[in-house]
């Protein structure tokens, strides 16, 4: 309906205008870029203590024809709020899952594991458990070497429906990691409720622990929470020499960062990482 007044003149400001136009572009070049092949899945490497690797997250980059490379933080969120994040999902997971089937007939790889970030309303959407099982099935990866990255804001929805989602996907072996932790709201009683395997310090806090003593007593405590209820823990975005003894020195077994290294395409990644045997 048309009314005249202050609201709708401040509709057609300009430079709002100009950003919801940005916005409608951006999400018919992304609708599109996953059908053309234009997303490509990078590679980090998450090792131990002793530098070995463990196995890789997958992340996701738009290799847009007129703007390069398009990181993750300009279009995941604008993916999430229209729903084109099923596809993109699906893509991401399909590719990782190619790679573990691929890792897998080779001795020196089928150890690795691979860590695919699933966002809240990809894990919601009614066909995820069959679809991820499909994936599975159809490529021939190991179940048991994909796991899944949640983020605490899935606990805002149904927390049963949620735990019955993992279980049946746990039952093949799929595991599950609490991604960003500490930055959300999960309280402890949920953190117990939820079948993980493990958690994924967030970054913000790994970043200043030698020089933040807020900083450090937490990342002390989520390791020592961590090793109380039995999960996993990797350290995320490890920069330095410094931070990897801080953090060996407090328990932590798994390191994620630039300074074991980027994320990067799967053939740079391979020629990187050359691999070792399992242990
Ligand atoms: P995340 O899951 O927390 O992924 C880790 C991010 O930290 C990655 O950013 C990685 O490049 C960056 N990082 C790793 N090590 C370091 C470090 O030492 N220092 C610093 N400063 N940063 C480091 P990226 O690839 O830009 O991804 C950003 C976020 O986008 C991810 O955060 C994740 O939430 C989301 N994302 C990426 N790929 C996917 C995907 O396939 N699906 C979904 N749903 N989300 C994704
Ligand atoms: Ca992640
Ligand atoms: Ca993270
Ligand atoms: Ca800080």
């Known amino acids: 309906a048309k009314s005249a007044g202050r609201n709708t003149q401040r509709f057609f400001d300009p430079q709002m205008q100009a950003q919801v136009n940005a916005r409608a572009h951006l999400e018919s070049d992304l609708r599109h870029a996953i059908h053309d092949g234009e997303l490509q899945v990078y590679y980090q490497?998450?090792?131990?203590?002793?530098?070995?690797?463990?196995?890789?997250?997958a992340l996701v980059r738009w290799r847009h024809p007129g703007r390069g490379l398009v990181m993750p933080i300009e279009f995941i969120d604008l993916a999430e709020q229209t729903g084109l994040i099923v596809d993109l999902g699906t893509f991401v997971m399909r590719t990782a899952c190619e790679q573990l089937a691929a890792w897998a007939a080779n001795p020196s790889t089928q150890c690795l594991t691979i860590a695919v970030n699933v966002s809240p309303r990809q894990f919601r959407n009614a066909g995820f458990v069959d679809e991820v099982l499909a994936i599975v099935d159809e490529t021939g990866a190991d179940p048991s070497k994909l796991k899944l990255e949640l983020t605490e804001n899935l606990l805002l929805g149904d927390v049963n429906e949620t735990v019955c989602r993992m279980r049946e996907l746990k039952e093949r072996g799929v595991g599950f990691s609490l991604d960003d932790f500490g930055v959300g709201y999960s309280s402890l009683a949920y953190l117990k409720r939820l079948?993980?395997?493990?958690?994924k310090i967030d970054r913000s806090f790994v970043n200043d622990v030698?020089?933040?003593?807020?900083?450090?007593?937490?990342?002390?405590?989520?390791?020592?929470?961590?090793?109380?209820?039995?999960?996993?823990?990797?350290?995320?975005?490890?920069?330095?020499?410094?931070?990897?003894d801080f953090l060996v020195s407090n328990g932590c077994e798994r390191f994620q960062g630039y300074h074991f290294g980027r994320p990067v395409p799967i053939s740079e990644f391979e020629r990187?990482?050359?691999f070792a045997p399992c242990a």
């Open 45 to 57: 490497p998450v090792m131990n203590g002793h530098g070995q690797l463990l196995g890789a997250e």
């Open 210 to 244: 030698l020089s933040d003593v807020n900083d450090a007593v937490i990342v002390r405590t989520i390791l020592a929470l961590a090793h109380n209820l039995e999960l996993e823990v990797v350290a995320e975005g490890v920069e330095n020499a410094g931070q990897v």
């Open 272 to 274: 990187l990482h050359g």
């Open 195 to 199: 079948p993980l395997d493990q958690l």
